[in-house]
């Protein structure tokens, strides 16, 4: 009675990590190629100082908060804020990325 518990128990378990997986992924969801955003992200390192808060835009207005975290690791140290009172920004705008670097702010 005891191992019928154990793997009813286990196959509870595996169907419910399942079950969260598809949930976090979506059915709609497609995968990224994390290594060739990173790259176009880094690319402009030479651009932008070494450390330091930098600002972050996206067309439209809305980020794309995965999109985001992917920019903010490929360049690290730097700090990315959506605020928009920094000297640089990057700007994405679906799929191209750029520098900007802005002109009187204190």
Same mark, same amino acid.
């Given at each position: 009675? !005891?191992?019928?518990?154990?793997? @009813?128990?286990?196959?509870?378990? %595996?169907?419910?990590? $399942?079950?969260?997986?598809?949930?976090?992924?979506?059915?709609?969801?497609?995968?990224? &190629? @994390? #290594?060739?955003? =990173?790259?176009?992200?880094?690319?402009?390192?030479?651009?932008?100082? =070494?450390?330091? $808060?930098?600002? *972050? =835009?996206?067309?439209?207005?809305?980020? &794309?908060? !995965? =999109? *985001? *975290? @992917?920019?903010?690791?490929?360049? %690290?140290?730097?700090?990315? &804020?959506?605020?928009? %009172?920094?000297? *640089?920004?990057?700007?994405? &705008? !679906?799929?191209?990325? #750029?520098?900007?670097?802005?002109?009187?702010?204190?």
């Amino acid at each position: 009675m !005891r191992a019928l518990a154990i793997v @009813i128990f286990a196959a509870v378990s %595996c169907f419910s990590a $399942v079950n969260m997986l598809i949930s976090v992924i979506g059915p709609e969801s497609n995968f990224t &190629d @994390i #290594s060739a955003v =990173e790259s176009g992200y880094s690319s402009l390192r030479s651009y932008l100082p =070494e450390k330091g $808060v930098i600002g *972050y =835009e996206q067309a439209g207005g809305k980020i &794309d908060t !995965r =999109e *985001y *975290y @992917i920019a903010q690791y490929a360049l %690290c140290p730097l700090v990315l &804020d959506v605020n928009e %009172c920094h000297n *640089y920004a990057i700007k994405s &705008d !679906r799929g191209e990325i #750029s520098v900007i670097k802005y002109t009187g702010v204190k």
